[in-house]
């Protein structure tokens, strides 16, 4: 007869215990708004919450390559953009050259600025950022991958806007296409001039055209990072429908939950007041 109160006992305790957690449970999830906190409380919903999960870590590692890689186009546009302006003025200098009543302090200045036009249209294509990574690319572009099974090349390589620039059936560099300016520049010879300053509209052109490309690169980058948003979003809403809690269903399962263990304790305390004799009345 002991044996069988203490089992009816112990069974009582393990019921208020349950209570207790469901209630402790119900009011976890109604301040932090999740009612899925563990893998017994819904096999199936945990089991697609977990690859939501991994889903959004490999989505969260493509957005940072997108973003990374929209910055280094950014820098590379910009850096485009102002070699086409630095060319922009190498043609109207040439241009300025070519009259002959310019004294020898105005052809020394002239120099001089194509000097510092070449100089700075280097610094532009071997520039680094803060961490080290170049705005051009070395040799080949990097591809970066941004999705599944898609890797993007974000920049061109130093090579591409510099070299391989057609003048008159010749290829040569941007740099040497200044030198020959400068050169030209310093001789005075009228014909040397017009020639450098052909070079210079075809070395503009081929800065031009390697704007476009790269446009083209930063217009991938933005479909892709928009697309990788709204697949975010998505992802968000389907974890919070799965994880998120019915406030008025987890109130009202608290409040009844509170209701049974207070009349369980209750009746316990009053049981637990009787002697065993009592209870075999």
Known sequence: MVGIT?????AEIRRQQQLSQGIVDGQTAISTGKTLTRPSENALAWVQVSDIGRAQAQQAAWQSN??????RAATAEANLQEMNTLLTRAQELLTAARNGALN?????????????IRTTIDALLNQKDYNGVPTFDDGQSVLVPVSRGLNLAVVGTRQEVSEG???????MTLDAILGQSITALQGGVDADVVAALDAVKAAQNHVVLEQTKQGVRSD???????????IDID???????????????????VSAKLLQLEAAQSAFARINQQTLFDLIK
């Open 104 to 116: 020898d302090a105005s052809k020394t200045a002239i120099v001089e600025e194509m000097k510092t």
């Open 66 to 71: 997108v973003s990374t890689g929209t910055a």
């Open 165 to 171: 620039i057609d003048v008159g059936g010749t290829p």
């Open 235 to 253: 992802l968000k809403e389907r974890r919070a429908d799965l994880e998120s809690t019915d406030l008025t269903e987890v109130i009202s399962s």
């Open 6 to 10: 203490n089992k009816i006992l112990l």
């Open 220 to 230: 991938r980058l933005d479909v892709i990072g928009t697309r990788l948003t709204d």
